[in-house]
């Protein structure tokens, strides 16, 4: 079974430029996270779709993050002007039907993202 | 309320265990515990739900206190494959949104 794929694996801006990231979950999950893991802390949830619709995006920074899920598939998350504290691990995960909270996360590798 | 994780960090010999602990300030509606080596993708061990139920995962294991609103891993005779850092979860009675520790570093050594 394919994991979740996420790329770039790598992305190097400087500040006030702007930077997309995409996934693609698991073949059939109908729920899609996206993180932000900042170096030595827990994973931080950005957004949260259920299908492609928006379940949770209360702590999404919506002045400059956007994202997108267009069929209920793959995902697109963007940040536009990026700022040096939005230097951090993006990580996308996904699950089978996300009714249950209490269900397994597949994540991706992440993107490394620096701004400088 | 993010759940607080102790030991932040600890090292081992090959063959010791370790005990990890996540405590939170509010009533546990279940724990859920992860594992990320450097550089990769964190990977789920378990889930438990209230009720005070006890997980086994190969040497892995974890319980949880509802009373104490405490989970507790256990990793038994450490690997060097146990390496990385673990994460635990924690989804409360009011708020159903899964919230992250910060973590706990742990190094086997040989």
């Known amino acids: 079974e394919a994991g979740v794929a996420q790329s770039p694996r790598y992305k190097i801006i400087e500040k006030r430029q702007s930077v997309a990231f995409w996934c693609n979950p698991i073949?059939?999950?109908?729920?899609l996270y996206w993180y932000q893991q900042i170096l030595g802390q827990g994973p931080k949830l950005l957004i949260q779709f259920q299908n492609n619709g928006v379940v949770d995006d209360s702590q999404l920074p919506k002045d400059r993050f956007s994202a997108e899920r267009l069929k209920g598939v793959d995902s697109t998350l963007k940040i536009q002007p990026a700022k040096l504290e939005d230097s951090a691990v993006y990580l996308c995960a996904s699950s089978d039907n996300g009714y249950s909270t209490n269900e397994k996360l597949f994540f991706g590798s992440g993107t490394q993202l620096s701004v400088l | 309320q993010q759940p607080v994780q102790s030991p932040q960090a600890v090292i081992l010999r090959e063959g010791e265990d370790a005990v990890i602990n996540c405590s939170s300030s509010?009533?546990?509606?279940?724990v859920h515990w992860y594992r990320q080596k450097h550089g990769e993708a964190p990977v789920f061990l378990m889930i438990?739900?209230?009720g005070g139920e006890q997980k086994g995962h190969d040497k892995i294991s974890a319980s949880f206190n509802e009373k104490k609103q405490q989970s507790s891993l256990y990793l038994t005779a450490s690997q060097l494959s146990y390496s990385g850092t673990y994460f635990c979860?924690?989804?409360?009675?009011?708020?159903?949104?899964?919230?992250w520790g910060a973590g706990t570093k742990l190094i086997i050594k040989p």
């Open positions: 438990l739900l209230k």
């Open positions: 979860g924690t989804i409360t009675d009011s708020n159903y949104q899964l919230i």
């Open positions: 073949s059939g999950h109908a729920t």
């Open positions: 509010k009533a546990l509606y279940s």
